[in-house]
């Protein structure tokens, strides 16, 4: 019922791998892009899922995006008992950077209004997701090593066209596609226009998946003017990174030991993401 899944995690090109996949004619993935089935609506059943695959044309290999699998074990087991054939898909970049992009977006969308430190403490999730190491031992104890594909943020910015090519490559398709996301801006920063209307929008954004209505919200966040309503560009100097930022020695060492792990597990060189690209770190 599904052949190819991209588990996450978030602030990793999951919107622009989506944008690239969902033009090729031999792939197919639901209007929702986050699904989120085989965590936070596992008990709604196969059947409940297979519908959003329906509109699948014969021969396409079927796919969804789900970041929130990549650091939730039971996910990951589930999807094995499901398929263990299944292809998987999975973006690293530098853990310090994500976990920073993670809450400036929790703030841009008026969900949070504290500092980093304090959103570490708040929202767990952050920190879990740059557990590379911890979260794909897990994944490789389950899944041929030949089934997953792990990309690299930095070769996206450095190359898009070979990015797309790699992912149609492993997942058996006419890599020559060239989808127009290639020379796009895809998920740009932005703020809310008001908080209290930002917070409304995630509400309903999360009610509408409760129903199984994620079709639905996917052709919301589509429209442009929904979005122009609740948000707005932020500007260039506001995305420049504050050179201020400190980051907690309880975090340094934590991803660095990970990045130490991920290394010998994938045998290569992470080292190159043991500080952040752009901030500075305790």
Not at 108 to 127: C, H, N, Q, T, Y
Request: glycine share 6%.
């Amino acid at each position: 019922m599904v052949d190819f899944i991209f588990l996450g995690p978030s602030k990793t090109a999951s919107t622009w791998i989506y944008e690239a996949i969902r033009p090729h004619p031999g792939l197919f993935v639901p209007v929702g892009k986050d699904i989120y089935f085989f965590d936070k609506y596992y008990d709604k059943g196969a059947d409940w899922y297979a519908g959003f695959f329906r509109d699948a044309q014969p021969g396409m290999l079927c796919g969804e995006l789900s970041h929130d699998y990549f650091f939730n074990p039971l996910a990951i087991q589930r999807i094995h008992a499901c398929n263990p054939a299944v292809k998987l898909i999975c973006c690293l970049r530098n853990p310090f950077d994500r976990a920073y992009s993670s809450y400036l977006h929790l703030v841009r969308v008026g969900m949070f209004a504290g500092s980093f430190g304090d959103a570490l403490e708040k929202f767990p999730f952050i920190v879990d997701e740059g557990k590379y190491y911890t979260n794909l031992r897990q994944v490789f104890s389950l899944f041929d090593r030949d089934s997953i594909l792990i990309l690299d943020f930095d070769e996206l910015e450095a190359s898009p066209a070979r990015f797309a090519r790699r992912i149609f490559n492993f997942l058996g398709v006419d890599e020559e596609f060239v989808p127009e996301v290639l020379h796009q801006k895809v998920n740009p920063a932005r703020d809310a226009r008001s908080v209290i209307l930002a917070r409304m929008a995630k509400r309903t954004a999360l009610l509408l998946r409760h129903l199984g209505c994620s079709n639905f919200l996917g052709r919301l966040k589509h429209n442009r003017f929904v979005n122009w309503l609740v948000y707005r560009p932020v500007a260039d100097a506001a995305r420049k990174p504050q050179a201020s930022v400190m980051y907690p020695v309880h975090l340094v060492s934590l991803y660095r030991a990970e990045l130490d792990g991920l290394s010998q597990l994938m045998q290569a060189d992470y080292s190159k993401w043991r500080s952040p690209t752009n901030r500075r770190s305790t």
